[in-house]
């Protein structure tokens, strides 16, 4: 199993371009989680997702979409860049009823300039 | 009001002895988890140890262990016998509500970063 992947691992934005994190998980975890760490920070909750077909927003949800069409897929995308994306962005995935972990990808570090 | 408090910010331990990382929180809800999670340099977030708030006994995990006190809202994380690869960022997570609808969804702390000495 490689878990949870995400790609890209890097990526410099211009203020105003829009771009889609990818995410997969091969575990069949029904949830889905995108988060992000501001420097010196904790992670916060942008959007997550129960199952296929099902969203809902996070604590920090403005300036993001999200679909999740397959069990495996959870991408978030970023319509209009600002330099207040510029952070480490995480995607998580767990099984349903389980009252413990989620399972985090290595990340994207993404800068806005 | 913050949810999850971690109010070290830097800790230092000598290799092979043990530290404890603090976290407190803020629920109303009677059914929550508690979570560390180690974030190392290289930027993973690696976890370590669940409390759920109807386990009876700490959780433990090797050389982690919880000291869970429910009554003073505290979910220290333990590590006995330091070593250097324990360095890194330690982030305590909350997890509140049943395991319907989403209730997963975890609310960090801001952190604690411990580094080892040789």
């Known amino acids: 199993n490689a878990g949870v992947t995400q790609t890209p691992k890097f990526r410099i934005l211009k203020i105003g371009q829009s771009m889609t994190l990818q995410c997969t998980q091969d575990?069949?975890?029904?949830?889905m989680y995108w988060y992000r760490q501001d420097p010196g920070m904790g992670l916060k909750l942008i959007y997550y997702?129960?199952?296929?077909?099902?969203?809902d927003k996070g604590e920090v949800p403005n300036g993001y979409n999200v679909s999740r069409s397959t069990t495996e897929d959870f991408p978030l995308r970023l319509e209009l860049a600002a330099p207040s994306q510029t952070s480490v962005y995480f995607c998580?995935?767990?099984?349903?009823?389980?009252?413990?972990?989620?399972?985090f990808g290595p990340g994207t570090r993404l800068t806005v300039l | 009001a913050q949810k999850i408090t971690q109010t070290q910010p830097g800790m230092f331990v000598q290799e092979k002895e043990a530290v404890t990382l603090d976290c407190t929180y803020d629920?109303?809800?009677?059914?929550?988890?508690l979570f560390w999670y180690k974030q190392p340099s290289s930027g993973e977030m690696i976890f370590l140890i669940y409390?759920?708030?109807?386990?009876?006994q700490n959780a433990t995990e090797g050389r982690y262990s919880l000291n869970f006190q429910k009554a003073r809202k505290s979910a220290n994380l333990v590590i006995s016998a330091s070593q250097l690869g324990d360095s890194a960022m330690y982030f305590c997570?909350?997890?509140?509500?049943?395991?319907?609808?989403?209730?997963?969804?975890?609310?960090f702390g801001k952190g604690t970063k411990l580094t080892v000495n040789p």
């Open positions: 998580a995935s767990g099984p349903s009823g389980s009252l413990n972990t989620q399972y």
């Open positions: 575990m069949n975890h029904n949830y």
């Open positions: 997702s129960v199952g296929a077909g099902i969203t």
């Open positions: 629920t109303s809800d009677p059914s929550y988890g």
């Open positions: 409390q759920g708030s109807y386990d009876q």
């Open positions: 997570a909350m997890r509140e509500g049943g395991t319907q609808g989403g209730s997963e969804k975890l609310v």
